[in-house]
């Protein structure tokens, strides 16, 4: 019997890898002999880079940038095996993650980070990117990014103007002509988590999709696929009894387009049942059903403060995979 593992990262909490092996560890309490495959994937978020360098046999570069609130951070983007491209999390430079709840202010954080990674990219001669919008702590319509590669914004006085939130209603002007050359040669594709909009009730007040588009010339794609594409799932699914997909929290907006909706799409295709795990079931998960998603399940066995349930990821993911199959469906 093979069974296919394929979930995005639970944020802050298990990286997809970890959610694999947790994964089979539960389900091989009950099934040790079955066949698995494990897929850690993403989306556009946190894991992109992991995800796209194991699936290409790349490798990891890191250097150090300036983080959302200005501060030095150690980042990341990952080479692809042929090492032709580049794949940059946002997150990784300019992400929730790298700043302390306490001190998480959007209207001062920045986004310049990002745009340093692409900087160091393009000093390195590649010229095809994939840049992961998702999990950014920014909503600076990309400012800082396009600051980095020498974009200038200036204000009503024809001030320059500090890449924040904050400033983004006093942008009077925008002066390209210091704007790095090399971009011009550039294939950048931006891979998004979901397709909302810029702006609206759906609108995704980061802004950096936008940006990317005008500054970088950009074409925007759902991360989802270019990331199976990568990882070959449509083949590891042929054949397949199960497959699972999960990520921190399923709701209404996983069909936006998040990692298990793309998962689920894939193994629709070859009629394979598809379960989804999650930290949380918000509001409107039952749609996710119209998609694909057979069952779902939260791992959490009880209400606990966040910082607890974080911790214990792996441990409930692990029980909720073994008591999943303890009577045996499948």
Known sequence: MKIVIAPDSFKESLSAEKCCQA???GFSTV????????????DGGEGTVDAMVAATGGNIVTLEVCGPIGEKVNAFYGLTGDGKTVVIEMAAASGLMLVAPEKRNPLLASSFGTG????????????????????????DGGMGMAQALGVRFLDADGQVLAANGGNLARVASIEMDECDPRLANCHIEV???????????????????????????ADIKP???????????EQAVQGAALVITGEGRIDSQTAGGKAPLGVASVAKQFNVPVIGIAGVLGDGVEVVHQY?????????????????????????LFNSARNMVMTPTY
């Open 191 to 217: 891979a998004c988590d979901v397709d909302n909009p810029l702006v609206g009730p759906r609108g995704a007040a980061g802004g950096m999709g936008i940006a990317a588009a005008v500054f970088l010339n």
């Open 223 to 233: 991360g989802i696929e270019i990331v199976l594409r990568a990882v070959n799932l």
């Open 31 to 42: 099934f040790p002999d079955a066949h698995y495959i494990c897929l850690p994937i993403a």
């Open 23 to 25: 994964i089979k560890a």
């Open 292 to 316: 694909g998603i057979d069952a779902v399940f939260s791992i959490l066995p009880r209400l606990a403060p966040l910082a607890e349930v974080l911790a214990s990821g792996e441990t409930n």
């Open 116 to 139: 340093e990674l692409i900087r160091h990219a393009l000093d390195n001669g590649i010229r095809h990117i994939i840049l992961g919008i998702g999990g950014s702590a920014t909503v």
